[in-house]
């Protein structure tokens, strides 16, 4: 420029590039000025710009340019000398900025490079997020499918059911070609083609178990990639395409007895069924990861929902039982309560119906004992009285068989003699025991005592009972029947462990054993036992049968609680066995007897006997005279069978003769040398009350005429 | 003196003259019978002796009547044994046995037997009765049974 101020002004040749660099310097500065009026602008728009400092170094920088541009427009022409220095300042200043500014665009420049590195990381890390986002969005989706193919199969609890949706809706999801489930059979040794989705006929194909595809896929839980060509895969009808991918899975089948708590299933359970998921064929499609997981998940969703449907029919087979069991219950019990209100119906109209007919027999038996009868025939009403009496007691019994399972019989409480019931028990057993040619022995243990408390009639149907039986079931021989007090030690009873009996002053236990001492014996032991249990079991007792074996007879054991009655002197029997002779005299003192005998020797001797005993003794000779002096007073009356002249028989009928009531007329005892049978036969036959065997010892006498007086009859031993 | 009442007794005993019967009719006395033994035994010797003699008229007879006989000696027996005589029970015993049987001579040469027997009884009794009689009731109420 400096080289322009020598020139002449110059509008011609140069005049043009002059006008080329005025324009240009014009629109330099034009550009230089409005820079930083945009820059200020949009930087003022923007919100964040960290280099203003820097911004406005540029602006300066830039202004600067413009203005030396501009003031350069001057310089072209004759400029004075204000310009030139104004020039100068400008280009001064603006070399002062372009340098600081040169100088501060070195720490800016990398600053703004590494902000575009920035930028480039950030879409990468963007890139990135989108990927994943894809995955998870997929995840998702697999995940939705598997609720809905769970909401789906568990919204049924039928096998079937739960299998068939399961094998649709995995159709459905993954878009399968075909999908199959092969169970166990029942011997575990094949699968079975249960469910097929799309093959027409599902049943009759098997496969051996025993398959090494089969095992490989049944040892991991994964889904597992088999060959299309493996005999479960072949499923489609064969053709020229390319069969698409297969997969399997195992599904366990799992059973209640599978799940415990601390046991994961998988441990435990042993079978399995296989699901096949065939891929379109020609498709070019793979599995996918996800696709495996869902099918995996699938297969144990199956095996939940299968088990589930297991316990669900089981729990309602269950209850269906039960259901039926209760009504049968029902029933049953209804009918028990019809048979028992029959029963008691029965009973109570067999007691009536049977009582009526029986008290009318014994009312009239006993109106025809008071009327002439002869010896036999008295012998017999005196039985069928007897005998009927035993029946109305029986039939009594009977309605209180219904009391005793009702448990609301009680035990008549009382002193009774115990060794007269014994013997009055014994008594009754004689004659049907005699028809069968048997013998009754009975044996009261000594330390027995004679008066108890208890039951008696009870007491005495349980004896009869058991002794019935045993005569009853006995062919030969005869049966013994031992009474004595029970030993704590002999309690013991193998079956009765419980039984501990206790003793006290108050009470003790009888106990009494029926044993047949037989040759030969049938078999059983009585229906009547359930009845005598029940007593013996009121009595605070136990009755048990011991058996040496078949066809040796049964011996039956009973043992009752019976109390002791006070002290003796209270009890209703004044008569005592043992004691000072005075004292037996006193109680027998005036007891009126008569004896017949015709040797007077004998006579003389029963007399002293008798006197001695303390008893008003009248003694005859003859019959005639015996049966003249023989009175309602005498008590007794003693005849001496051995003689010859007289028919000691006949004197025994013509008194009971004279006397028609059975309370009027004496006690007739025989007293006989003769150990012969016959005799105490021909004795019982006219109706005597007893044998006594010569010689008579004191305390016999005494004890007889005890006897007699007491019960009436003599005990027959010895 | 007891002592030898009891010696004696017992001497009987032993020899199988008497037997328990005997004791029995001893136990019978009391202070209300004091000699009921004695009455007995002398009420028995009376009506024996009834006995025996028609016994032997029985036996003279020819054929014996063996049914009658039976029927004398089981009234003979009887008495015997009530009081206790134990040897003459047994030949009575044998008696009824022949007259059974028929046997005459097994009677007769019995009866024989019996009657001493009998004899021999009735005269050891007698001494012992003296003797008791000789001690008095005192030995009696000692007597221990």
């Known amino acids: 420029m400096e080289y322009c ?79 030139a220095v104004v020039m100068t300042t400008a280009k001064v200043l603006t070399a002062v900025v372009s340098c600081a500014t040169a100088l501060l665009l070195v720490h800016i420049i990398p600053d703004l490079l590494s902000v575009k590195t920035r930028e480039l990381f950030l879409k990468n890390k963007a890139a990135e997020l989108d990927r994943e986002m894809g995955l998870i969005r997929t995840q998702e989706e697999t995940g939705r499918h598997v609720r809905m193919l769970t909401h789906e199969i568990r919204s049924t609890l039928d096998r079937h059911t739960i299998l068939k949706t399961t094998l649709v809706e995995l159709g459905r999801t993954l878009g399968l070609e075909e999908c199959a489930l092969w169970m166990p059979t029942r011997t575990g040794l094949e699968l079975n083609l249960s469910y097929t989705l799309r093959h027409q006929n599902p049943v009759g194909l098997t496969v051996p178990i025993q398959l090494p595809v089969i095992n490989q896929v049944f040892k991991t839980s994964r889904a597992v990639k088999i060959s299309p060509i493996s005999p479960v895969a072949r499923l489609r009808p064969a053709g020229q395409y390319m069969p698409g991918e297969v997969v399997a899975v195992r599904v366990p089948l799992l059973h209640l007895s599978n799940f415990q708590i601390h046991d994961w299933p998988e441990l435990s359970t042993k079978r399995y069924a296989l699901m096949v998921l065939m891929l379109p064929s020609d498709s070019a499609r793979q599995w996918h990861g996800h696709e495996l997981e869902l099918v995996e998940v699938v297969a144990d969703q199956v095996a939940v929902a299968l088990s589930h449907a297991a316990i669900l029919e089981e729990s309602m087979r269950a209850r269906d039982l039960l259901m039926e069991q209760n009504v049968a219950l029902d029933l049953a019990r209804r009918e028990a309560e019809t048979a028992v209100r029959a029963r008691n119906d029965f009973l109570a109209v067999m007691n009536h119906e049977m009582g009526t007919p029986i008290h009318a027999t014994i009312a009239l038996s006993s109106l025809l004992q008071e009327t002439e009868l002869s010896t036999e025939q008295r012998l017999m009403v005196e039985t069928i009285l007897k005998s009927s009496n035993l029946l109305a007691t029986l039939i009594n019994d009977v309605l209180d068989l219904s009391r005793l399972e009702d448990g609301s019989l ?122 005598c249990k029940r007593f013996v079991n009121l009595m605070e007792g136990h009755i048990w049968i011991e058996s040496e074996g078949l066809g040796r007879g049964s011996t039956v054991i009973f043992i009752v609680k019976l109390g002791i009655p006070a002290r003796l002197n209270e009890s209703k029997l004044p008569f005592l066995h043992k004691g000072p002779g005075n004292q037996v005299k006193l109680i027998f003192s005036g007891l009126k007897v008569v004896v017949m ?122 | 003196m007891h002592r030898q009442l ?140």
């Open chain 2, 6 to 145: 009891a010696n004696m007794k017992q001497t009987l005993f032993d020899q199988g003259y008497l037997d328990e019967q005997f004791i029995q009719l001893e136990e019978l006395q009391d202070d209300a019978n004091p000699n009921f033994v004695e009455e007995v035994v002398t009420l028995y010797y009376r009506d024996s002796a009834r006995l025996i003699q028609n016994i032997e008229q029985a036996l003279e007879k020819s054929p014996l009547d063996f049914s009658k006989l039976e029927c004398l000696m089981h009234q003979f027996k009887g008495s015997s044994s009530s009081i206790g005589a134990k040897r003459v029970k047994s030949e009575c015993t044998q008696f009824k046995e022949h007259c059974r049987v028929g046997n005459a001579d097994g009677c007769k040469r019995t009866f024989q037997q019996l009657k001493k027997e009998y004899a021999t009884l009735r005269k050891k009794v007698e001494v012992y009765f003296q003797f008791a009689r000789q001690i008095g009731p005192v030995e009696k109420a000692c007597r221990s049974k």
């Open chain 1, 410 to 531: 009680q035990l008549e409480i009382e002193t009774f003699n115990l060794h007269s019931l014994f013997r009055e028990v014994l008594n009754l057993i004689k004659p049907i025991a005699a028809v069968k040619k048997l013998y009754v022995m009975l044996n009261l243990s000594p330390d027995l005592i004679e008066h108890a408390v208890g039951d008696e009639k009870r007491l005495m149907q349980v004896l009869l009972n058991v002794v019935g039986n045993a005569i009853k079931f006995t062919k030969e021989g005869g049966i013994s029947v031992l009474a004595s007090v029970a030993k704590p030690d002999s309690l013991r009873d193998p079956r009765a462990p419980d039984f501990f009996p206790t003793h006290s002053d108050n009470h003790f236990y009888l106990r009494v054993e029926s044993q047949p001492l037989a040759v030969k014996n049938s078999g059983g032991s009585g229906l009547g036992l359930a009845i």
């Open chain 1, 5 to 83: 101020n020598c020139f002449e002004s110059p509008w011609p040749a140069d005049e043009l590039l002059m006008k080329y660099q005025y324009i240009s310097d014009f629109f330099i500065a034009l550009a230089y000025f409005s820079i930083p009026l945009e820059i200020i602008y949009f930087v003022k728009k923007s919100a964040v710009f960290p280099y203003r400092w820097v911004l406005v170094q540029f602006g300066a920088f830039i202004v600067l340019c413009g203005a030396t541009h501009l003031i350069n427009l001057w310089t072209f022409t004759m400029h004075t000398r204000t310009v």
């Open chain 1, 597 to 718: 005998d015709d040797n007077s020797v004998g006579r003389t001797v029963t007399k002293g006997l008798l006197v001695h005993l303390g008893c008003d003794v009248l003694a005859v000779s003859s019959g005639d005279e015996c049966v003249r002096a023989v009175s309602y007073e005498h008590k007794a009356v003693f005849l001496d069978v051995s003689m010859a002249a007289v028919d000691s028989f006949e004197v025994a009928v013509r008194i009971r003769e004279k006397f028609s009531k059975r309370s009027d007329r004496p006690f007739i005892v025989a007293l006989t040398g003769n150990t012969d049978r016959m005799i105490k036969e021909n004795c019982r036959k006219v109706g005597m009350d007893g044998v006594i065997l010569k010689p008579v010892l004191v305390d016999k006498m005494r004890s007889v005429l005890s006897d007699l007086l007491e019960h009436g009859y003599l005990v027959e031993s010895q």
